[in-house]
């Protein structure tokens, strides 16, 4: 009897150790994010400002002065985005890797780089354009770097 007496307090902590592994387990918290939860996670996390654009290597960031671009799950806000953004459009990974992104009106953008505090953005702007003010958007490859 005393042998069994001893092993009763062991045995109750190997039960509870493995009930905590089987509690962990179901509720998720354990489970590594996959790209798509990781990329969503940080887009919607803040309202992204622009800190710079580049079209082919050329510095066009005081086209896109106050540019700002809020994400939720499916769709985007824009501000100042010039004839290239719209002010509000949906938008979808284009695959589970998330490192593109479709808008609306089927422009692909690819995102070339994503942290808590960096975004950058890059698209084939392929319209002449003349938005409001007269302000001419060129064919191009544009980069867009958020903070």
Request: with cysteine; net charge neutral; glycine share 6%.
């Amino acid at each position: 009897m005393k042998t069994y007496k001893s092993l009763s307090p062991v045995l109750l902590a190997v039960l509870l150790l493995m009930e905590s592994f089987l509690y962990s387990a179901c509720d998720g918290d354990g489970e590594p994010k996959t790209a798509r939860q990781s990329a969503l996670e940080k887009l919607t996390a803040k309202t992204w400002k622009i800190k710079s654009v580049t079209a082919d290597g050329a510095d066009v960031t005081s086209k896109f002065a106050g540019m700002s671009i809020t994400f939720t799950e499916t769709t985007f806000t824009v501000s100042n985005g010039s004839t290239m953004w719209p002010a509000t459009d949906v938008w979808s990974f284009v695959n589970d890797e998330a490192v593109s992104i479709k808008r609306g009106d089927n422009v692909q953008v690819e995102i070339a780089a994503l942290t808590a505090s960096s975004l950058t953005l890059t698209l084939q702007w392929s319209k002449n354009a003349f938005g409001p003010g007269r302000e001419r958007s060129v064919t191009g490859n544009y980069t867009f770097i958020f903070e």
